[in-house]
């Protein structure tokens, strides 16, 4: 049966180059424009990770928040994000499964670091 909340379509959405590999510093983000959103990616010293960059507080770029431990701060309130799941670390139990930022894939081919964005989805804020 076809499901047309799932992400089924996600794996058809091709994978967008947006840095050379080395070109982020360990712990910090940068934002780039991809697939019409603009995109937060992070490096760790691993592995990058990349999420919505539009903080659903007001709109700060999460890309030049500080990360530390996997989780971003938003340079302008502080609210916090997980990089793993995008999910918003300062509500309460009721809010922080709702409040997210959208996460995206990431892929390093070469020297470039290629994100799969995916389309916006409704954004639920808390009361
Ligand atoms: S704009 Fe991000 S916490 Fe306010």
Redesign the pocket.
């Known amino acids: 049966m076809h499901d047309s909340n799932a992400s089924h379509d996600e794996c058809d959405l091709p994978f967008i180059p947006v840095a050379k590999v080395g070109e982020i510093p360990v712990g910090e983000g940068r934002t780039y424009e991809a697939g019409g959103r603009l995109v937060a990616l992070f490096f760790d010293g691993t592995k990058y990770m990349a999420i919505d960059d539009l ?1 659903p ?4 770029s ?1 890309g030049s928040g500080p990360m530390r431990d996997g989780v971003v701060v ?6 916090r994000f997980q990089l793993c799941d995008g999910a918003w670390c300062d509500g309460t139990p009721r809010d922080t499964p709702r409040l997210r930022v959208d996460v995206f894939e990431v892929r390093v081919v070469d020297d470039r670091v290629e994100v799969r964005v995916t389309p916006p989805r409704p954004l639920v804020t808390p009361r």
């Open positions: 903080c507080h007001m709109g700060a999460l938003c340079p302008w309130h502080a609210w």
